[in-house]
């Protein structure tokens, strides 16, 4: 986890070793959490220390609300902040209703089945660098439970 104390310079060498950026985020209150916007904000500032043009960036963010409209402020963010630092923007995931999962993973949880088949497309098409289709994007907005459950 990053806080305002970690070595910023340990994550920019990990990052000169990748070509992607994959950012997993929680979301409180239609934003990232405090120490996600400090990384965000720190690696802005030092985005000449990396080399932009072979970067690409990744989000997946997880709200606690039924529908995941409420992650688009934070997808917005992300690929603004992506844009700024010249890194490729691919694609924001956003996932619902992220209090049912507890901390859980995903596969002792039988409501998740078609969320877990919809990110292992996910994971299929970052390994092999091949462009997510909208129709796997729509798949992982979709709630996994029924609206009755937050009632």
Not at 9 to 22: C, E, G, N, P
Not at 50 to 76: E, M, R
Not at 79 to 96: G, H, P, R, T, Y
Request: hydrophobic share 45%; net charge neutral.
């Amino acid at each position: 986890m990053f806080s305002n104390y970690t070595n910023l310079s340990i994550v920019i060498d990990k990052l000169q070793k990748s070509d992607l950026i994959i950012l997993s985020s929680p979301l409180y209150v239609d934003a990232f959490p405090g120490h996600i916007t400090a990384l965000l904000e720190r690696l802005y500032e030092e985005k000449d220390m990396l080399d932009h043009k072979k970067l690409s960036s990744f989000l997946l963010v997880n709200s606690g609300f039924p529908s995941s409209a409420q992650s688009t402020i934070a997808s917005d963010i992300f690929e603004n902040w992506s844009e700024m630092c010249e890194f490729s923007f691919q694609v924001a995931l956003q996932i619902a209703m992220g209090p049912a999962l507890n901390g859980r993973p995903l596969k002792h949880l039988a409501f998740t089945s078609k969320l877990r088949k919809s990110l292992d497309k996910v994971a299929d098409c970052l390994a092999n660098s091949k462009r997510i289709s909208a129709m796997i994007i729509e798949s992982v907005k979709q709630p996994f439970l029924s609206i009755a459950y937050y009632k």
